[in-house]
């Protein structure tokens, strides 16, 4: 399967030189998706791995059920002022 044929690509998305990857119509093809996870948990089953982290928002959708397939934990990663709790910080740059 090539998942290419399942994500599209907005060109100049949120700005000029920018192409914006849309991944909903992957999420929403069940087959695709499901494709898409078993490819990713096959190639992490080999590594050292004790902790998926997922970037909001695309991030989570991929993030938690590869770390489910795997057995392993899934921390979110959230922008600032998201989660009421003691948090973790770290600085960030876009692409754009």
Do not use: H, W
């Not at 949120?14 to 190639?43: C, H, K, W």
């Not at 590594?47 to 489910?68: L, N, Q, S, T, Y």
Request: hydrophobic share 40%; charged share 25%.
């Amino acid at each position: 399967m090539n998942l290419k044929d399942y994500i599209a690509s907005i060109e100049n998305y949120p700005q000029e030189g920018i192409t914006f990857r849309d991944i909903s119509p992957l999420m929403a093809d069940g087959n695709a998706y499901s494709y898409a996870i078993r490819e990713i948990v096959q190639y992490a089953t080999d590594k050292k791995i004790d902790m998926i982290v997922g970037p909001e928002a695309r991030g989570f959708i991929v993030g938690c059920p590869v770390a489910f397939e795997l057995g392993i934990g899934f921390a979110p990663v959230r922008k600032p002022g998201k989660l009421p709790r003691e948090v973790i910080s770290a600085d960030y740059e876009k692409e754009y």
